[in-house]
């Protein structure tokens, strides 16, 4: 059964730094890609960055672009996303999710496993 825990999200002020965690079990993940996506009520949910299996390929939202960076660690089945220089607008739920292919996506309907989310607040 395959189980993904994000963690680390919070309340902090703009400019401030978080990191997210999301640790991944039940499965072989190491040639999947991985994604974090964000959904802020009564908005879509986005997609934020993604990574494929052996870390060679990451994609991000335009919005997060050069503040935000993600990373994996295939040995201890965690994923990171590292939130530098936080705005209000970075204020959001943050999902992890598994797409169970090596193919590159920042579409959310492709990804195949889904956690339950860890809120971001970011407020002065």
């Known amino acids: 059964q395959v189980q993904l825990v994000e963690s680390g999200g919070g309340l902090v002020q703009p400019g401030d730094s978080l990191r997210l965690s999301c640790v991944y079990s039940g499965g072989t993940f190491y040639s999947y890609v991985l994604g974090w996506f964000r959904q802020d009520p009564g908005k879509e949910r986005e997609f934020v960055a993604a990574i494929n299996g052996n870390s060679v390929i990451t994609r991000y939202a335009d919005s997060v672009a050069g503040r935000f960076t993600i990373s994996r660690d295939n040995a201890k089945n965690i994923m990171y996303l590292q939130m530098n220089s936080l705005k209000p607008e970075d204020t959001a739920v943050y999902y992890c999710?598994?797409?169970?292919?090596?193919?590159?996506?920042?579409?959310?309907?492709?990804?195949?496993?889904w956690g339950q989310g860890t809120q971001v607040t970011v407020s002065a």
């Open positions: 999710a598994v797409r169970r292919s090596s193919v590159m996506s920042t579409i959310g309907f492709r990804y195949d496993f």
